[in-house]
């Protein structure tokens, strides 16, 4: 199945560079493995978790989080490398993207919820790993600044939602999404596209007032 | 219902707040709605999720959130309409916090829990919104540091459980329980009660000893 | 029952250190009351809610959150006592650690997971109440960083398990448990042992390049 095989490229890579933000702050072997699995399957466990989806997907599968734990472990040892390869792990992370949300639209949609709540689960699942990470590694949350990074997840639930309404064949659906998200998140980055930011200083009115 | 039009209010107002708090850090519109809903309509997410009762609120009334991400994105518009009634969102606030209490209150005792915790469940409710979007936004969680804010909850879920305890009817209940806690939030607010504060100082102590 | 006192030391002690966080923060009553709960039963909460394991352990057994919150504030009161009496806590800080990992362990082997699972379960209950208590405080997780203790959890959770696999009977599985990993975590205090920590630092070899 692709879907399967894209799924453990996506936990891999985000496994990878959770590793990579333990790193910086110093952490040891176990929370090395911890951000790595935070970030790589922390989305989808918040997501199971809200929309009371038992078992939670690693612990039916306990497989996924072996593979996360390695590869923490593992990037311990090529940080260099990884850190090299910068490039072909934002194409991972797109990939991991655009598969998180199909994965998680698909949940919620097998579970007979409203379509806007398979739409929050394609979001979740997409960029919650990543949020946790920075929470964890007190950095400031990517996802909530900049980039157009939880707009792909939105995007990519739209199209899956869409096809499947239209009675499109299921793994062309999968297909179309995922090229489209994916090409999305290329375009985005290739152009440095971003969401409006909010920016409210509350002391720059208050001497806007003097 | 009188519950569910001063609910409305409460997260929308709640929203607002969360949403000035993502403007300050300087978030993108997804941020904001992030921030927003998770001070909005967090709380009660926490408590659901807890207590195991599914599905979550705004899974089955999907209306919720789409009404916080609203207010969040309204926000950044009216930004300093919010800021200069700034008293207006306290007495808001102060409605919501209520409200909030006395519903995950409501559902502890439907679902037949011990009374200290369906006075937790209305403590959860009422503070865990503005404990996630300060630590969403690395402020100093306001409701652990001062004010009394989880003691109205505590109260509010007090007298409610007693009014019922002895058969009052259900939307005197109700209404008794709203005036009662507004009116300790809003005399709080007045006379700056709080609790006392644990002050410890560790290098205080060793400096002591010398 | 040997490990159900062992437990309630095990949170009394947790719980104090919890409030000794607050007290740093200058948190008032309820921030002290949270912050040593949520260090104390915050690690069996999350266990619960992600092996979807309900009624989670103090909703049904609320004397454990009362007992959490009276420990909570009495530390208010005697914080040096508390302070002076450092080694003694990290003696009961061990015990609960290992009571709380065989207890995680135990509720997932009794739900038929996998043993990998018992084993996340174990660590889970053993290190996120510390991992909570950081986050709410914004401290440096010390579970993350340094210090053999979500090891300890680990080790524990093996003992158990093979143990119980080679039908060993089980007060005495829970003893030799008990025994083992006390054991383990004091040496490991006593010797300063520590996994090995990964430090990466990007501007390093930013400037290594150079």
Known sequence: MLLTILYIIGITAEAMTGAI??????????????????????GGTVRDIILGHYPVAWVKHPEYIIITCIAGVVTTLIAPWVERNHRLFLVLDAIGLVVFSIIGCRIAFDMGLYPIICLIAAIITGVFGGLLRDLICSQKPMVLHKELYAFVALFSGIIYLLLLHYK??????????????????MTALHFAWSLPVFHFDLHDTTEHKK
């Open 21 to 42: 933000s333990a790193g910086k702050r110093k952490m040891d072997w176990f929370g090395v493995m911890f951000v790595a699995s935070a970030t790589a399957i922390g």
């Open 168 to 185: 499109v064949e299921e793994s062309l659906t999968t297909l179309i999404t995922l090229i489209a998200g994916f090409s999305l998140r």
